[in-house]
């Protein structure tokens, strides 16, 4: 029974110290609004990479100097572009990125259009001129006819 009632106690004390903080969740909050510089597919918060721990040391840095989120979004973007943004703003430099995927795509889809026309046309059966035909008639014809 003791043993029951320490297991106990362990688990919640275990879940106790397992809730985040609220420094820690505006920390993951601000991470996983920030791109890996490294990784360029992973938020800050996801990435392994060492420059991920760098930055993310500096994100820590800015919060203990009582930097609001959005004076800790604005560094970062002056310090590396829009591009450490996991979602950029929409704007003249970012254009391609936000457009980009759709402009290939409808390029793809053009594409395959042409090449199933193309393909579709050179199926069709060719009109015979009217020496081709006879040409057609000859070769077909039994051997004696063409003595």
Known sequence: MKRVFAALALALCLSALAQE?????????????????????????????????DLRRELREQMKTGRSDDEILNFMVARYGDFVLYEPPFKATTALLWVGPFVLLGLALV?????????????????????????????????????
């Open 21 to 53: 903080t609220p420094e820690e969740a505006r920390l993951r909050t601000l991470q996983e609004k920030l791109r890996c510089l490294v990784c360029q597919n992973q938020t800050l918060a996801d990435s392994p990479a060492g420059l991920a721990d």
């Open 111 to 147: 594409a395959m259009a042409m090449m199933a026309r193309r393909r579709r046309n050179s199926i069709a059966e060719p009109e015979l001129g009217a020496e081709e035909r006879r040409l057609v008639v000859q070769a077909l014809s039994p051997e004696e006819d063409r003595r």
